[in-house]
């Protein structure tokens, strides 16, 4: 048992009952070991949130950025932002959990970086593109919220948001109307 394993239990954890879920016994008890196993990692839960944070923040940005950036036209690096951010049930609890505690202290300013650093990469590849400094922003700020938007209604009302096959079509369809000139294929 190592210190990632107990970060991916608290990410669970907060994907299924938000921060107030992320107790250490539970979590114990989830992965099969004693308290003290946790204490060999981590001083107090605070620090196993940090860590949690740290891990989803690298995951959920970082590598879906590193991913993106592979691509050689900015379209296609918004394209494969889109597809490449993980829309799974589990990644959006964890952003709606994440967001509805941005008043904590040690989540708040994760949260902030986390859409600044999604934002920024977004303006920056829609001014590659072409587009005003002004355009780019609100384009982008525009794409984030449908984004933002399709996480909330996975989970509120998830008989809106196509599945399957479905779904990739639907992602067409967006990156068709939110890249500019842009065709999926």
Do not use: C
């Amino acid at each position: 048992m190592n210190a990632e394993d107990w970060a991916d239990a608290a990410l669970d954890a907060i994907a299924e009952g938000g921060l107030e879920a992320v107790a250490v016994e539970r979590l114990a008890r989830v992965l099969g070991v004693t308290k003290g196993s946790f204490y060999w990692h981590f001083s107090n839960r605070n620090a196993l949130l940090s860590a949690a944070l740290e891990r989803w923040e690298r995951q959920q940005t970082e590598e879906v950025i590193a991913r993106a950036e592979m691509e050689l036209r900015p379209e296609a690096r918004i394209d494969r932002l889109f597809r490449g951010a993980d829309g799974s049930k589990r990644a959006g609890q964890l952003y709606l959990a994440f967001a509805a505690a941005g008043n904590d202290p040690l989540v708040g300013p994760v949260i902030r970086r986390v859409n600044q650093r999604r934002i920024t990469f977004m303006v920056s590849n829609y001014s590659d593109m072409g587009l005003s400094t002004d355009e780019a922003r609100q384009r982008a700020v525009l794409s984030y919220s449908v984004y933002l938007g399709t996480l909330q209604l996975r989970r509120d009302a998830p008989e809106l948001i196509p599945t399957g096959p479905d779904f990739h079509t639907y992602m067409d369809y967006i990156s068709k109307v939110l890249i500019p000139g842009f065709q999926p294929g």
